[in-house]
């Protein structure tokens, strides 16, 4: 929302009026007023410095309290970063623990097609050849998040490495970059998954969630391109290019954190995309497989016909519901993180603790009313 | 609790005309900080046919108080209080109680508005004529009379009707959109105009111009105006009555010749001192000390009182009512002593001017010094020849920066005026190593700063670099609004001072925040840009090219987004820290006041600049009051005084709109609007001249300034449609 010029007022602030338009000769007092705890010797405040060395304690403090404990506590106003937050908490530990919990399990395991909660050696139940269905969803868990995983962090790396590349540097750099990523975004996406499985075969699973995201990453590239784009020629930018901040950190300071909300979407959706394409393809039998894993499960109940026979269902129940809770999870994270990287998010956070009152989200704006 | 001695603004009603009356309105939006009271409990009664001046700064409520008007306040906010319309037969209407029908009706028929953004109130897909058809026909009006009259009005407003209702949006300037809509608000023959800031986004020449036209249009259409502005001396000269505006209350209503010799408000005297101009001595040029209240905590009793030099236990529990100040009866002031007003502030200015007024500087460069920042013969163009393959149009290359040379000193100050697009920001940007001269050469300290630089953006010599900052003009723009100002301060110190760590940069960032008047500074280091004010904004982008130790600063329209109050402030901050730390200001400006006080009080120059040259540069003295350039002449009387003059001067202008940019005029680029031109004019180009004398530097551009010159010989330029009618009846429309 655009703010309107009289609104500058909502936010807390105070003096506007310069206390003393005299120099620097006519206020020691003040100067003197001004030193600082730690009792730094200046002559004036710009050359003012702290006796106090800072340790390294201090600077791991700061980026911790930056990182991790402001991010922290604004999700933990949000229910949907709570659940979101636990749901894949819990797949995370399913994935490291509970392989260590629950025993792998072979063919004769069981009985075959024992319902759920039935026999509590199988709590899920088995399927057709007598595997504990607990037990190959557990371990499933593990190649699917590393599916994940490689595929999410190689669209968002590569995505937005070429984007504010391309973006900020222009002139030849800017074609070329470009020209590889029109190239991919006009590559149909599932026939190269195709090609590129049959010709390489992946059996890890992170070279699988890199394979599916071999096309992906060029939309994200695009996208955050024009965005740069624009990002480039903001007043804040220039200033920092008149300092001669180096590119890296400039992007990284002054451009990346405008550009994070979005990454971060990309990020989830990515991943839950990755979730999705795999247990598809290996739903139809694309992807060469050695190990159960969801889309496997899925794929060999479909086929033992478990859409039709009530005695077989959990078979597939069990992994869609697997799946379904890890996309949520996704989502729902997805959305509270937007709300981390909102700097009016953050201060209002931290002046509610500090029992100071917080600030209007929208505030009275009157250029709706011109077109009556 | 209100007392009042006489219930002025009631009783004055009684004989007059209303045409508009407002009692207690207030407007008021619930926050989950309290209940903000963004009008609180307003009285005034807007006479048919005058021209209402509203003045506040950005928070005052002035928005509010028009929207008001309308019954227009956004979704969240509620209006109480009567808003009392008198149709001139008929009986009165209470506009708060209208349907949602019969207020569309209202507006646009009876009461019309011309909002500050001009542009987003066009369709960019709708020619200018859909927009009359579309306003005519929603409101059930003859479309082809509609169109008739809108022709008139378009004209009256110097605009060609036919061009421009076949017009995009696009297509025309900010000013021609903005003269389009006023007329687009004119159609339906509204009683009263509502203009909420309507020319602040537009150029001292088009402002002044649309002022001027306004006069006529309010005469020739019985039409009452409301022309609300941060901008005391916008209004100054077109009103019949002021109303200033102070913490979403009004502090003084009357006449607006009284007004603006006898303030009785203390604050309205405030107002005026604060506010740069042409004319009044720069030792009468203060600041306003404070800030304006928060509207979730207004002050009790007058809410002037925490700033008010005068205030005692009275004022501080008891809200002032109106008193009837002065001699004419519609004068009301909202202040107990506003009798001592006048009297004890003269003396409150006096005491406080002793001790701290810094001393006018005068910076004089002997012809030898050695300049910090020489730019010669500077030229930029923008576009390409020819944009791509499928363009087929034209080449579009600009000329933003034509072949401009002149020399920046150590300790120097040169403020650039010029309209909109006559490329000063461009040429600032080029003297401050962030814009690439397509020809010419800019030295730093005898060193040609992109030598051996191969990219457009980055200087290669570091030092360089370092020497040359900028200050941008939006604040809101200027930090990164996802950084704290702790961040955004460090930066400078990560890059230039890599020996401090962080606790030594967090103390120079709390001296420095200190040093310019932000305090608690623990509490503002930890801010982000949205929790500052705009003069904070500007007070930390200060700081931030400060701590790079340069030695040359850009300061790009450094003070225009900030209020008028705190202009001045800003202004003085900056000379202060230009002492301080020695460093050079190039400053760039739409405003000839601004470029005064600066220039002035630095004993600076200032370059006026046109379609890219420049015509006219000197000291601050010289160009304001002798300037020889008749470009110079024409900013000088566009720029706002702070009286009212009975005999306004005519338009020095022949047409209010700049040529366009691609198709330069020939010799001198001026003589199309300049009055003086002669045939000459159009086919020689002038140089600068040197005019120095005792008084200060001064060269100049126009042959006039040469006694012996052709162009005395030559005949006028008279324009193709002369038809004995004054000049500036008609317009070359370009653009
Ligand atoms: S003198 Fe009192 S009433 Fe008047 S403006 Fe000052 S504080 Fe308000
Ligand atoms: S040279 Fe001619 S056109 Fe140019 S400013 Fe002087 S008189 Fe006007």
Redesign the pocket.
Known sequence: MKRSEDTNQFDGRTSDGLDSGGDLETKPDSVEDILRSDGGTVDSPFERTATVEETRRDRIDRKLKDYLWTPWSIMRNDWRAIVGVSILVVYLLIGTVGVYLIDPTHPTHGESLVGPFEDWSHPLGTDQSGQDILSMTVYSTVPILQMMGAGALFTIVLGTGFGLVSGYKGGMVDTVLSSITDVFINIPGLPLVIVLSVLLEPEHPALVGVLLAAAAWAGLARAIRSQVLTLRGEAFVEASRAMDVPTISLLRKEILPHLMPYIVVNLVNAARRIIFAAVALYFLGILPYSDANWGVMLESAYRAGAVYRPDAIHWLLVPMIAISGISIGLVLLGQSLDRVFNPRARARHERSDDGKGSEPESEPNTTNVTQM | MTISESDASLVDSTGTDTIVELRDTSVSFGMDRGESRVLNEVNIDIERNEILGVIGESGSGKSMFASALLDAVPAPGTTTGDVIYHPEDGDPVDVTGLSKSELKQFRWEEISMVFQGAMSSFNPVRSVRTHFVETLSAHDYDVDAGIERAKDLLEDLYLEPERMLESYPHELSGGMKQRVLIALSLVLEPEMLVMDEPTAALDLLMQQSIISLLNEIQEKHDLTIVFITHDLPLVADLSDRLAVLYAFEFAEIGPADEILERPAHPYTRALLNATPNLSAPLEQMRPIEGESPDPVNIPPGCSYHPRCPLADEQCKSIDPGPYDAGDSRNHDVYCHHWEQSIDDLERAFTESNSDDSPATRNASHSDDAEPLVSLEDVEVQFGSENDGWLDFGESDVVTAVDGISFDIYENDVVVLVGESGCGKTTLGKTAVGLQRPTDGTIEYKDRDIWKGSSGSSTLEDEEIRRALQIVHQDPGSSLNSHQRVRSILSTPLNRWHPDLDGNDRRERILAMLEYVGISPPEDYIERYPHQLSGGEKQRVALIRAMLVNPDLILADEAVSALDVSLRVSIMDLMIELQDAFDTSFLSVSHDLSNARYLAEKTGGRIGVMYLGEL?EIGSAEQIIQNPQ???TQALRWATPELEQDDDPDENPIRTIDVPDQKNMPSG?R??TR?P???E??RTQK?ELVDLSNEDGVQRTA???VDDDHE?WDSEPITDDAVDGDEDDDHVNVSG
Request: hydrophobic share 15%; glycine share 0%; net charge positive.
């Open positions: 015509v350039h008749p470009y001198c001026y003589h300049c003086d031109a002669r000459t004019c002038p126009c042959f006039r162009y």
